[in-house]
């Protein structure tokens, strides 16, 4: 799969720490290549609508291998949390972010059945 | 356009970065996620989902609100000029003050079990835009909304 990045948002990212350069650097590819679940359409409030972001919109959610201090050295991943990747329908990578995982399934985001759509992989 | 690989994507990210110049807060309009990235401090964070509008930014080093993320800044434009017509004022001005927004979304949102958080969560996210002064160019994102 090829995909774009968005160019605001990989120069937001630049202004911050070794660590956070090293995250868009490194793990974001890592977890489009080699992710643990793929969820199709973000949801919003039920008074929103919905078909907005619904249609190919993914996110892309794993546990990457290693983890970034903000000196930008390595570390093991964050305990109990999922490296998020959000990608737009015309496969634009916009964001990504560490979240709390799922208690039963730490390869999951927290909440990630009303968040979402659909699980596709 | 032209296809990297992962070791020249990698190299070209890390080109980019300059943490050595002073961190400054910053708020940023993302049009592919049609979502408005703020952070005021450098500090690494892990992310937490508020609502349906706001995804907050947590220091991992003093657990305090750093930044966060609005989405879908276009469908909120729109539902606010339908209920709050006046709310133009404030996005009229540009850039527009991200307390605005967090303001918005407190004043209309219904509520909800957990309200309570949500809307201290708020209060901390209103006193720290203003307190650090941040706003954000949204083009005409909202006037095309409407």
Not at chain 1, 39 to 63: H, I, K, N, T
Not at chain 2, 81 to 89: D, I, M, Q, S, Y
Not at chain 2, 114 to 119: A, H, L
């Amino acid at each position: 799969m090829t995909v774009t990045y968005s160019y605001e948002k990989v120069m937001a990212s630049a202004g911050r720490s070794q660590g956070q350069i090293q995250e868009a650097a490194c793990i974001v590819p890592m977890i489009l290549q080699q992710p643990k679940a793929v969820f199709l359409g973000l949801m919003r409030d039920a008074d929103e609508p919905r078909q907005e972001r619904e249609e190919g919109w993914l996110c892309y959610s794993g546990v990457p291998a290693l983890a970034y201090n903000e000196d930008g050295s390595s570390k093991s991943a964050w305990p109990g949390e999922v490296f998020l990747v959000f990608v737009n329908r015309e496969k634009v990578v916009y964001n990504w972010y560490w979240y709390q995982c799922d208690p039963d399934d730490p390869g999951l985001p927290e909440g990630h059945a009303t968040r979402f759509r659909e699980r596709v992989l | 356009m032209k296809t990297m690989t992962n070791e020249e994507f990698a190299k070209a990210v890390l080109g980019v970065g300059n943490p050595q110049k002073p961190f400054k807060p910053k708020a940023t309009y993302i049009p592919a996620g049609d979502c408005i990235e703020f952070v005021w401090s450098p500090d690494d964070y892990r992310a937490h989902r508020i609502d349906g509008l706001v995804t907050v930014y947590y220091s991992r080093k003093t657990n305090l609100v750093v930044g966060g993320l609005i989405k879908g800044v276009r469908a909120f434009c729109r539902k606010m000029l339908e209920k709050c017509p006046g709310f133009r004022v404030s996005i009229e001005v540009k850039p527009v003050k991200l307390e605005y927004i967090f303001l918005a979304q407190l004043w209309t949102e219904p509520r909800r079990p957990n309200d309570e958080t949500i809307t201290k969560t708020y209060e901390e996210l209103i006193s720290a835009a203003a307190r650090q002064k941040v706003d954000v160019d949204i083009g005409d994102v909202c006037q095309t909304a409407s």
